[in-house]
C-alpha cells in the first residue's frame, strides 16, 4: 500500500486530501467495495467532507486504475461549492478559474446556454 508521501513523489506534487490504506478490508466491507471471494477491494474512491457526508465516490474493478487529476479536480469543485455555500456550482470538466455556475429552477435543462465543452482545458 502507498501512502501520501509515495503517491506525492509519483505524480512530484503535494496531495492536498489525507489518503490511507485499508490492510484488513474493515472500511472497504463498510463501504460495500470488499470481495470477500477474491479477498481483494474494488478500486474504489470516496469523497467525503468535513462533515463526514460522502460527497462523491467512483468504483472500479481491480484492472483499471482511477484518475488522480480527476479526484483532485472533484474534490477543488466540492470545495468550492462549500466555500460559496451552494452560491456557486460546477459543471461537468470545471476546473479552478473557470465559470462556474448560479444554481436555479432557471438553469435547469438549461446548463448547455451558460457553459459549454469547449471552455473546458485539457
Do not use: C
Request: glycine content about 12%; charged content about 30%; hydrophobic content about 35%.
Amino acid at each position: 500500500m502507498w501512502n501520501e508521501h509515495e503517491l506525492s513523489k509519483m505524480i512530484d506534487r503535494d496531495i492536498p486530501f489525507l489518503m490511507g490504506s485499508d490492510q484488513d478490508g474493515s472500511v472497504g466491507r463498510k463501504y460495500g467495495i470488499y470481495d470477500e471471494d477474491s479477498g481483494v477491494e474494488t478500486r474504489g474512491r470516496f469523497i467525503i467532507d468535513p462533515d463526514g457526508i460522502v460527497q462523491g465516490f467512483e468504483v472500479l474493478t481491480p484492472p483499471v486504475g482511477r484518475n488522480i487529476n480527476e479526484t483532485i479536480r472533484q474534490i477543488k469543485a466540492f470545495q468550492l461549492v462549500r466555500e460559496t455555500k451552494g452560491a456557486q456550482v460546477t459543471p461537468a470538466g470545471w476546473k479552478p478559474g473557470k465559470k462556474t455556475l448560479k444554481p436555479g429552477p432557471e438553469l435547469v435543462g438549461k446548463v448547455w446556454k451558460e457553459w459549454s465543452v469547449d471552455q473546458v482545458d485539457d
